[in-house]
């Protein structure tokens, strides 16, 4: 199985603050990830897929990069309403998808 | 707007069985892939179970491979999951999922709700 690190595992930031996320797999996936946002009490919501690809509806402030085992999320000025858990996930080399363990995100 | 709705959740002693389901509405259910996707209180995801759009590919996790059973009703528009030999770590909020596209494996773009299974005795 494909086990996805997430770093770090919690951080707080400042409102317009630069803020990257990374993940790392154990071994290569290509560009079959995705990052899901899931705020305090809500269901996880979907950000980018296939590493980069901004899914529809969600702000460009969101961006993601990275293929094989090295990804990062990138929010470019963070905003209050963007506290909350973010996830990335695997679904190469499936069964099983694989999630990383979660990164709390908290307005400093 | 396109909808999951989970039903089924509860509280069970262990070693008891439970049938989970899902109504989709307002997408062509037929067509994609769908999951179920657990999330222990406070804690982080855990993939469950995934059936292709046609039944004709399934996976499990390991955690769960050989108790649990995925299916689906292309006609009711609805996803299943049987669970069987209940343990206490089984205990957690069971999401219903959709993949964005008709591939098997993809990333998740409309969940539901949410219910809550609980097994305790």
């Known amino acids: 199985d494909t086990q996805m690190t997430q770093s770090p595992s919690s951080l707080s930031a400042s409102v317009g603050d630069r803020v990257t996320i990374t993940c790392r797999a154990s071994?290569?996936?290509?560009?079959?990830l995705a990052w899901y946002q899931q705020k305090p009490g809500k269901v996880p919501k979907l950000l980018i897929y296939?590493?980069?690809t901004l899914q529809s509806g969600v702000p460009s402030r969101f961006s993601g990069s990275g293929s094989g085992t090295d990804f990062s999320l990138t929010i470019s000025s963070l905003q209050p309403e963007d506290v909350a858990t973010y996830y990335c996930q695997n679904y190469n080399n499936a069964p099983p998808i694989t999630f990383g363990q979660g990164t709390r995100l908290e307005i400093k | 707007e396109v909808q999951l709705v989970e039903s089924g959740g509860g509280l069970v002693q262990p070693g008891r069985s439970l049938r989970l389901s899902c109504a989709a509405s307002?997408?062509?259910?037929?067509?994609?892939?769908m999951h179920w996707v657990r999330q222990p209180p406070g804690k982080g995801l855990e993939w469950v179970s995934g059936?292709?759009?046609?039944?004709?590919?399934?996976g499990y996790a390991d955690s769960v491979k050989g108790r649990f059973t995925i299916s689906r009703d292309d006609a009711k528009n609805s996803l299943y999951l049987q669970m069987n030999s209940l343990r206490p770590e089984d205990t957690a909020l069971y999401f219903c999922?959709?993949?964005?596209?008709?591939?098997?494996?993809?990333?998740?773009?409309?969940w539901g709700q949410g219910t809550m299974v609980t097994v305790s005795s």
């Open positions: 999922v959709k993949a964005r596209s008709g591939y098997d494996y993809d990333a998740f773009d409309i």
């Open positions: 307002r997408f062509n259910f037929y067509d994609y892939a």
């Open positions: 296939a590493a980069s």
């Open positions: 059936i292709s759009w046609n039944s004709g590919h399934i």
């Open positions: 071994q290569g996936i290509d560009k079959y």
